[in-house]
């Protein structure tokens, strides 16, 4: 991983703030870890010095945890993982109903829909700093790159896609943004950036047994995955990873970020948003996944199935016989997980923020 991102908050309701016990803070990295401009020598103090900028936050055991608004690489403590427990404990305690079960999981483009015609396409924030955490897009997006195909899987309202093509300077690169959601590709059909010479945006279920509008087997150089796993089901992952393993060229690269099991917006979950074992429903209807970094290691390489657990079954899902499953789909080149501690100043009060990352790369 380059280093951190901003923070990819996902909805509204991960900017508000969670209330968990007063919490001791551990050291996260060692000064022997840090490089000088991140010491706590007056003269290149970055905390004390420069601009708001992240990934360059440390957190020291001499440190005022409340002096700033972020902290990088922070480990939760057992406070916290200990209340976090509390949390699942509760959270199974009180599932989502069986009716509301078939409601949310018999057609989630729908609540999607809902989404789009509820936010603008601001809603999500620009995701700008992906470029530098992926440096294969700035590859990519070179003058002198040629001809790339690179698909956006749940795109949304295009806040990954519209930044890579305002960068680009690749006369070469052409974008496919799909998303299963109507109202999200009518968003990005209507964006004053949308240029069909650079970028098409269809409709596309990630988990059906198509592949996307135009796209054939074997076309696709690079696959960018931000947010997107974790609104499936997990009976759907190896039907999604099937299709992204079919439309990538050998050796493409998919580009993955999401959700980290312990995330603040999982811990804080109330009662009845319970849908199987670090799988939710949001208030609005959309489900979201929170994941361990092994689980996502097994899923790429090909060896996982779902969790056998109370998921329900949908019935867009392919069936995928016991040896397809078995075969090694992609070697995992990178995954790493992007913690940082969130701190309201004036409230004060500490938040965690847990996400995966990583790149997959076709056999
Ligand atoms: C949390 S949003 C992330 C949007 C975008 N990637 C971003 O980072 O701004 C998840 C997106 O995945 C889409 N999505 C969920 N399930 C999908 C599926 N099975 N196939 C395609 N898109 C899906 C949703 O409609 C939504 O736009």
Known sequence: ??????????????????????????????????????????????????????????????????????????????????????????????????????????????????????????????????????????KVTAEDAGPVTLLEVGAGAGNTAFPILASNKNPKLKVHACDFSKKAVEVMRSHEEYNTDFMQADVWDAASNDLPPGLEEGSVDVVLMIFIFSALSPIQWEQAVRNIYRVLKPGGEVCFRDYGRGDLAQVRFKGGRYLAENFYIRGDGTRVYFFEKNELAQIWAGASTAPEDEVEAEDTTKEVTESEAKQPLFDVEELGVDRRMLVNRARRLKMYRCWIQGRFRKK
Request: proline fraction near 8%; glycine fraction near 0%; avoid cysteine.
């Open 1 to 138: 991983m380059a280093s951190v991102a901003p923070n990819p908050a996902a909805s509204p309701e991960e900017e508000l703030l969670t209330k968990t016990p007063a919490l001791t803070v551990q050291e996260a990295a060692t000064s022997a870890e840090l490089p000088p401009h991140r010491s706590h020598d007056p003269q290149f103090n970055m905390k004390r010095t420069d601009p708001f900028q992240f990934g360059s936050r440390y957190l020291q055991e001499s440190d005022d945890v409340f002096e700033f608004n972020a902290w990088d690489h922070v480990e939760t403590d057992d406070t916290y993982k200990e209340y976090a427990e509390q949390q699942y404990a509760m959270q199974r305690e009180s599932p989502v109903s069986d009716f509301d079960k078939r409601r949310f999981n018999s057609d989630p483009a729908k609540w999607w829909n809902l989404f789009y015609k509820n936010n603008t396409a601001n809603f999500f924030k620009n995701r700008k700093w992906l470029q530098q955490e992926f440096p294969i897009l700035d």
